[in-house]
């Protein structure tokens, strides 16, 4: 994708008019141009001709100028608006593993500082295309006023772009390694408002992550770009001084080589004196459309794309589970995570299991066994690298993965809140809501209206609770929750066990619980023990005589 497609993509018509009108413009301002040099060669009072042409001249220039202004602003706009939305909309559809890979400090590097990048530059191309159309119209003044001179100046033109290029290219490939240096500040961002408890109460930590982390990526980021940018102001008054040598070259050189009229000489001269500061204009724009670039480049890069035909498709027409299932099976469902820093992968599986509805399975192991990536694999978060998966005999591909992770409720480890409760089509929603917000004893300390809640500024079993309190609402056929217990107190935790599952059970929901609270463990309907990533077994809990993690 570059700026120019960028532009096209978002609307073609627009950007048609734009530059019709801009080369209006242009084509106004070398005619203005061309009408002064005859004013001033012909040496007598000018005609009404060419005082009514003049005036013509200036008038369709204004509005020309204006409309092409207007039109472009508009389109640079909604470009921006379409990129926000696309990168927003193409991150979303990416495979969450594809999204983990990235990082999120990336995701966060593209959406706020490339897309500020793209946005200013975007806002320029207007200016940038005026002052180009005005060149080149100014060029076809130039041709049409000497072939032979024009000629001459076209080769001292590429002459002098391609001296320029060279140094172009040179900031822009230093631009990049600005630009790589900024992902890593990002994450030391990331750092900071993540990290702040750790590095406040260790002072030495926070010392040595100011010198040696952040201080040292700033300092290679600072010397990438003020390089580039010198190198870009370096080219840049090169540029400038490139036509003074051209003027001069006309002025002194050119009479003395070939027979050519002082009057063109100097309608040359006024016109190149005229063309600099439209190119001036684009040279000073270059870097920042260089910078564009770059983080054009770098938004491809991330490789995110919108879904297609061949990838997830979703119907809205098609109806949850409701409690008339049979069955879900994983058949020889694995996933690897490959770590490039350490000398083994990771591997879940091959994993065969099977889930009915108003069944309630623990899912245990010890730390880093494979629960919570076996928690995405049935939710369909992760797409598996071999093996299938079944709901009631029906294979899940990209065709109806995005409508069966529909069928999922999950509070995760790492779960997020959202203040609003997005997407519950319920008329009844903030009475649910509340009775709900008791059931969790949560009544006391947040409100809802109108779909929103009061805060979700909580303690962390808390917010575990909202959270558990939004699976609720949305009232699918699977539940999961992957350690939610973990940070209840010992009252509340004896409710989920006792009282919340058996009742979502009791509702023919399939719930399966990632735990390490042994002394529940009676509760469940099957173990399902994973270690290393495999299933050591899948028993009644009345069939465990020992515990789970002997
Ligand atoms: N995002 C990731 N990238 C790379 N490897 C990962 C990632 N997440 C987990 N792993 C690897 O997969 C293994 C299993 O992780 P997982 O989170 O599934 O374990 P778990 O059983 O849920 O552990 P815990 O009880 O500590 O939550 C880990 O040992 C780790 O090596």
Redesign the pocket.
């Known amino acids: 994708m570059n700026l120019f497609r960028l532009l096209l993509r978002t609307s073609a018509l627009l950007l048609s008019l734009a530059v019709l009108a801009g080369i209006l413009s242009g084509g106004c301002a070398a005619g203005l141009i061309a009408l002064i040099n005859a004013t001033l060669s012909q040496n007598q009072p000018s005609t009404t001709t060419l005082v009514s042409s003049f005036v013509a001249l200036c008038l369709v220039r204004l509005i020309a100028n204006f409309a092409s202004q207007v039109l472009l602003i508009h389109l640079s706009e909604k470009a921006i608006l379409d990129l926000r939305m696309l990168l927003s909309r193409r991150i979303l559809a990416s495979p969450l593993r594809q999204l983990?890979?990235i990082g999120a400090y990336r995701l966060l590097a593209v959406l706020t500082e490339d897309i500020r990048t793209i946005s200013s530059t975007v806002l320029i191309i207007p200016f940038f295309c005026i002052n180009i159309a005005i060149v080149i119209a100014c060029l076809i003044y130039l041709g049409w006023l000497s072939t032979t001179v024009f000629v001459i100046g076209v080769c001292f033109l590429f002459l002098g772009i391609f001296s320029y290029l060279i140094p172009m290219m040179k900031a822009m490939s230093l631009l990049e390694l600005a630009r790589e240096q900024e992902d890593r500040l990002f994450n030391h961002f990331c750092a900071i408002t993540q990290g702040t408890k750790e590095l406040k109460l260790h002072r030495q930590r926070r010392q040595s992550f100011l010198k040696e982390d952040l201080c040292t990526t700033a300092l290679s980021y600072r010397r990438h770009n003020v390089v580039g940018m010198s190198v870009f102001a370096a080219a840049a008054s090169w540029g400038q001084i490139l036509f003074f040598i051209v003027i001069g070259l006309l002025l002194f050189t050119l009479p003395s080589l070939t027979k050519i009229h002082f009057t063109i000489i100097s309608a040359y001269a006024l016109t190149i004196i005229y063309m600099m500061s439209p190119l001036e204009h684009i040279m000073s724009m270059l870097p920042t459309v260089t910078r564009a670039l770059v983080a054009l480049k770098k938004a491809e890069s991330l490789g995110l794309s919108l879904p297609t035909s061949s990838n997830e498709t979703y119907s809205e027409k098609v109806l949850s589970l409701g409690q008339f299932w049979q069955y879900l099976e994983l058949v020889n469902v694995t996933h690897t995570?490959y770590?490039e820093r350490e000398e083994t992968n990771?591997i879940?599986g091959p994993i065969n299991l099977k889930f009915h509805p108003g069944e309630l399975i623990f899912i245990v192991?010890?730390?880093?066994?494979?629960?919570?990536?076996?928690?995405k694999l049935i939710s369909g978060l992760y797409i598996p690298e071999t093996g299938e998966i079944y709901l009631d005999g029906k294979l899940i591909d990209n065709h109806n993965r995005e409508w069966y992770r529909q069928q999922f409720s999950v509070v995760f480890?790492d779960f997020y809140l959202f203040e609003r409760l997005l997407g519950l089509d319920n008329s009844n929603l903030d009475a649910q809501t509340q009775n709900y917000l008791v059931q969790l004893q949560l009544d006391h300390k947040v409100k809802v209206k109108d779909g929103v809640l009061s805060t979700t500024n909580l303690s962390q079993g808390q917010r575990k609770r909202l959270a558990l309190l939004t699976t609720y609402l949305e009232d699918r056929p699977i539940y999961m929750f992957?350690?939610w217990a973990s940070d209840q107190d010992p009252v509340f935790k004896e409710i989920f066990y006792t009282q919340l599952l058996p009742e979502l059970k009791s509702r023919g929901k399939s719930v399966l619980v990632?735990t390490?609270d042994d002394r529940y463990f009676y509760i469940a309907d099957r173990i399902v023990k994973?270690e290393y990533?495999k299933v050591k077994y899948d028993k009644s809990p009345a069939l465990l005589s020992i515990s789970v993690y002997e």
Do not use: M, P, R, V
Request: avoid cysteine; charged fraction near 15%; aromatic fraction near 8%.
């Open positions: 983990e890979q995570y770590q990771f879940l192991g010890g730390n880093g066994s494979g629960k919570s990536t076996l928690a480890s992957d350690e990632i390490h994973l990533g």
